[in-house]
């Protein structure tokens, strides 16, 4: 499976970003979706995920501002960003894992597929 994340870039504190991450040719219906990110220096960690009946959960740091969401007819995870902070500055990466895995995934370890990344930089 090949994911292509887009959409990062350059933003001011307090701003919004939406983040897409599609499988060109391949269906997104059978599989968990989720997204990481990894800043200067540090690992990657959970961003949030979703399942393939749209169920979801998310980072503490983020939940109340990142919106996760699918579209199984566009083959396209996105990530909406809200209220965006400097910390959230990272690169952020798409993943995949078939739903025979089971519930909500929120492990780096546990996912299959990983699309290349997309930077999102936040200024203060």
């Known amino acids: 499976v090949q994911l292509q994340a887009s959409g990062g870039g350059l933003v001011q504190a307090g701003g919004s970003l939406r983040l897409s991450c599609a499988t060109p040719g391949r269906t997104f219906s059978r599989y968990t979706l989720g997204w990481f990110r990894q800043a200067p220096g540090k690992g990657r960690q959970f961003v949030a995920t979703?399942?393939?009946?749209?169920?979801?959960y998310y980072a503490d740091s983020v939940k109340g501002r990142f919106i996760i969401s699918r579209d199984n007819v566009k083959n396209t995870v996105y990530l909406q960003m809200n209220s965006l902070k400097p910390e959230d500055t990272a690169v952020y990466y798409c993943a995949a894992v078939p739903v025979e895995y089971g519930g909500l995934v929120t492990e780096t370890g546990d996912y299959s597929f990983w699309g290349q990344g997309t930077l999102v930089t936040v200024s203060s």
């Open positions: 979703i399942t393939w009946s749209g169920a979801t």
